[in-house]
């Protein structure tokens, strides 16, 4: 049997978003709610022992059903 040893990993980065232009009526004091606006970024890296890699961002979380996928198309 032919086989190859595949190490594979992810990460989650929170990427802050620049707040928007927004519209207030006149004589009022605006508000711009700023906490909680993040984007996040997810990156998912592969590398076997021969050296052979690969990087991919991706638009969700990996799964363990994602690394299957990875694995059987390797």
Do not use: N
């Not at 009526?25 to 076997?48: K, N």
């Not at 050296?51 to 638009?59: A, P, Q, Y």
């Amino acid at each position: 049997m032919d086989a190859s040893v595949v190490c594979i990993d992810q990460i989650k980065k929170s990427v802050q978003v620049e707040p928007r232009a927004a519209w207030f009526p006149r004589g009022t004091r605006p508000s711009v709610e700023l906490s909680g606006q993040r984007d996040w970024m997810y990156l998912l890296g592969a590398i076997t022992e021969g050296g052979d890699h690969f990087f991919s961002r991706v638009t969700e979380y990996g799964t363990a059903e994602h690394a299957k996928q990875i694995i059987l198309t390797s």
